[in-house]
């Protein structure tokens, strides 16, 4: 799709992602750019840059997605959708029926809202979670779903939703499987932190990052830049009810993360190793990137030391801030 001067939606704009395509839109000539966001997960912040851009707005009655008549309303005149708003994975196990809610129910509403606004099309926010733990390697799109918990139950669902709506009725989309996705606006606060941020936790504490197990488990790490830049490159493409992995299709191990983690901070730490919870449940998951890269032009830019570079820097100057904040409210 053309998306000179048009109005996109961004739907969970606010959050990791969706910030993040925010400002890789904003470099983009489109007319207008409205994000729909409950801020729950999500922060003004994370627009800071975002809204000093007279085309972005935060769409003003507030709502999220188990309301379909503000989403509709939301959707008014938009040409394109991204759908980013979601509970995350330990979240969906500690909370099942909210998750249902949310993630399923939730995601029906936008595809209704779609249809019911003739949005031009929607591009979806799925995960690799739906392959579960890699039966082969690199992980293509056609990886059966091996998917052993509720998070990624709730993204098979969207998928298959989106691909019944494209079929019923029309509605032009495309899926992102995102990969490890890692980088600038993370949480580091909390109870559902990703791994790094953990590991960068445990170095700031002086105590070096813990593995659970021996550190061989490997993933496929993918800078959250390049996810942004993915969701444009898929809301540009011609591509229709298709779904794409996300990813850079290289492999990185659990240990080879927490000794660059070491080596980029510059602590003389070592690494922590505890006995590997069986809760653990996927190992190995490497993307192969050849489908993006060849339908809808997506090839990951930001190499793994350069991705963690940023983060620590973003993470360094935020709780910087945090703090100011903090010992100015106590004086």
């Not at 809204?51 to 959707?75: C, H, M, N, W």
């Not at 029309?170 to 949480?187: A, E, H, S, T, W």
């Not at 298709?242 to 993360?257: A, D, H, W």
């Amino acid at each position: 799709m053309d998306i000179t001067g048009k109005k996109l939606v961004v739907v969970g704009g606010a959050g990791l992602i969706g910030s993040h395509t925010v400002d890789r839109l904003t470099r983009e000539d489109v007319g207008e750019i409205v994000i729909y966001d409950n801020f729950t997960r999500g922060s003004t912040g994370n627009l800071e840059n975002a809204l000093k851009d007279p085309r972005v707005r935060v769409y003003d009655i507030g709502g999220d997605i188990t309301q379909p008549d503000i989403l509709e309303s939301a959707f008014q005149g938009a040409d394109g959708v991204f759908h980013f708003a979601a509970l995350w994975l330990l979240q969906c196990h500690e909370y099942p029926q909210s998750a249902f809610k949310v993630n399923v129910e939730g995601t029906f509403n936008i595809l209704q809202a779609c249809v019911a606004k003739n949005v031009s099309r929607l591009v979806y926010s799925s995960s690799a979670s739906v392959y579960g733990d890699a039966v082969s390697e690199p992980m293509g799109e056609d990886h059966p779903f091996m998917n052993k918990n509720f998070y990624g139950a709730t993204k098979i669902a969207g998928e298959a939703m989106a691909t019944a709506f494209h079929h019923r009725y029309g509605l032009d989309f495309v899926g992102l499987r995102y990969m490890n996705v890692y980088g600038p606006r993370q949480d580091y606060q909390g109870a559902y932190i990703a791994v790094i941020m953990k590991m960068l936790d445990a170095i700031d504490r002086g105590e070096g990052p813990t593995i659970m197990g021996d550190g061989s488990e490997a993933f496929d790490f993918v800078a959250v830049e390049d996810c942004a830049y993915a969701n444009v490159q898929a809301m540009k493409s011609a591509a229709t009810a298709q779904f794409y992995n996300v990813g850079t299709g290289k492999r990185t191990s659990l240990k080879e993360i927490a000794e660059k983690l070491l080596h980029l901070t510059g602590s003389n730490q070592t690494v922590n190793y505890a006995p590997r919870s069986q809760a653990t449940l996927v190992r190995n998951r490497i993307g192969d990137p050849a489908k993006a890269s060849r339908e809808i032009d997506f090839t990951a830019q930001i190499d793994l030391d350069e991705g963690l570079r940023r983060l620590i820097d973003w993470r360094a100057t935020h709780i910087e801030a945090v703090e100011h904040r903090r010992a100015k409210s106590r004086s």
